[in-house]
């Protein structure tokens, strides 16, 4: 029996079709939890409107028969935002069928595009129009846009383009009540007022549901330099990448900082990735240089920059890609950092940032706390450093209980949200609260600041209907 009354089944059906109700167990599965297998939820049904006006239709519905929805994209959140509770009463809302690119307007070097185009699609449909969409993650084969744009997605490409917050100039949303907002303008500058864009993009879907944007293209990129770097510690990569930023500007496009515990689980279990280097060190980054020239003396740059920094002691062996397959290869050590973490049991996720210079001492700090408290904990460190966005992760000690681990999880936890709040940090700099840190966000935010985000959702979904349980 569904949790739904029979006459709002039957009038969603009509609304949707076959094609967008699933109601069987078996296919509604994979909708029912996340990319990291840890939370798992159930549902009265999943819906997947293929237009705006089927997504209003089943928002104004669900919203007079008093039915929460739980938005979803690709699925793919690390801190459980898209799965339903565990009441079976829930209805997923997914997007997937929404994958029109709308319009490309050159001239305006702009995208309209629909929430359910996956990130992949996106960035290939720009190269068709020799542009670049430059929001680049190791999800990007199954993210979408309306799940990059609810939670503000960072990634690898941050340093040079910003996140997913400053790659947007419009919205189309449909409002708790199922009307519809058309904020779909591709201006650059209008100052009539509050910005409500920006309302909804980092909102998890508890303001309303992202059915399309406008989107900023850039110059495509035709040179690019890629180099896997052996450092001694946080701190060299800090003084190598302000080295960097001063010789190379813009062009120094990714900067990421992997422990040796993390490239340890990617050497492990991602298949086809090597050690580069004969010895075992301590620290490594990844630097991506890339220009819109096509003959940019990248190379040249990179070799001054860690010339420099061999000289120092703070770069201790390199490697420069000189194919596209060894650039792929060496984007496949730092891209499997995720997928190696979860071969190895249950983990906590973080996503925390602090001022880049205070990198250095909040790992010295969260280690030394962590290994006091903890002491068998395996520590898996690594992210944007050029973000301030560590990803400040912990694996469950080799041979313990995953039970016993998931125990500690919230004292673990604690412990490094502490630390980050002691260095002025945030608790979530890109994954956003979701279901992981919502309690959290309680304990470490600015009590008018959460007073604030109350009333506006109070004043845009008063029945709580959208996605309850997550952010706030
Ligand atoms: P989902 O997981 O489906 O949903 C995420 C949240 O958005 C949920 O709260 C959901 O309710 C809401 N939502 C989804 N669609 C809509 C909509 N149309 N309207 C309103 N609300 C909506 N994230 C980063 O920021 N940087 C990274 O580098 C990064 N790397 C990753 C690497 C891997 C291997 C994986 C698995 C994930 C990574 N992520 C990263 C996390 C994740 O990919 C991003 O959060 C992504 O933006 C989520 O998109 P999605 O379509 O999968 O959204
Ligand atoms: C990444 O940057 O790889 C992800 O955001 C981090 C993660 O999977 O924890
Ligand atoms: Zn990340």
Known sequence: ?????????????????????ITDAERMHSYLSDWRNAY???????????????????????????????????????????????????VVLSLTRMVRIRAVDSGNETMT????????????????????????????????VGGNLATNAGG??????????????????VLPDGRIWNGLRGLRKDNTGYDLKQLFIGSEGTLGI????????????????????????PQAAVELIGQMRSLCGDRLTGFELMSRQSLDFVLSHVAGCNDLFGEIHPWYVLIELSDTLA?????????????????????LDAVVASSEAQVAALWALREGISEAQNHEGPSLKHDISVAVSSIPAFIEEADMRLQ???????????????????????????????????????????????????????????????QSKRDAARHYKDPLELELMRSIKQTLDPAGLMNPGKLL
């Open 156 to 173: 690898t490409a941050v340093l040079r383009y910003g996140n997913m917050r400053d790659l947007v100039l419009g919205l189309e949303v």
């Open 1 to 21: 029996m569904n949790a739904l009354p029979e006459t709002l089944l039957k009038t969603l059906h009509e609304v949707v079709g076959d094609a967008g109700l």
């Open 295 to 315: 003959n940019a003396p990248l190379n040249d740059m990179l070799e001054s920059s860690l010339g420099e920094a061999f000289e120092r002691g703070t770069a």
């Open 372 to 434: 006091k408290a903890f002491p068998s904990v395996r520590i898996v460190a690594y992210g944007h450093v050029g973000d301030g966005n560590l990803h400040y992760n912990i694996s469950k000690p080799l041979g313990a209980e995953d039970s016993a681990f998931k125990a500690q999880g919230e004292a673990i936890m604690r412990v490094i949200f502490d630390v980050t709040v002691s260095f002025a940090g945030s608790i979530s700099a890109e994954h956003g609260l979701g």
């Open 210 to 233: 992202i059915t399309a944007a406008v989107l900023k293209l850039f110059p495509a990129v035709r040179s690019r330099t890629t180099a896997w770097v052996a450092l001694p510690s």
């Open 40 to 90: 798992h939820g159930q549902a009265a049904m999943v819906l997947r409107p293929a237009s705006t006006g089927e997504v209003a239709a089943v928002v104004r519905l669900c919203s007079e028969a008093g039915v929460a929805l739980v938005p979803q994209g690709g699925n793919t959140g690390l801190c459980g935002g898209s799965i339903p509770d565990d009441s079976g009463k829930q």
């Open 113 to 144: 595009v629909e929430a359910g185009v996956i990130l992949q699609r996106l960035q290939e449909a720009a190269a068709e129009v020799g542009r670049l969409f430059p929001l680049s993650l190791g999800a990007e084969g199954s993210c979408t």
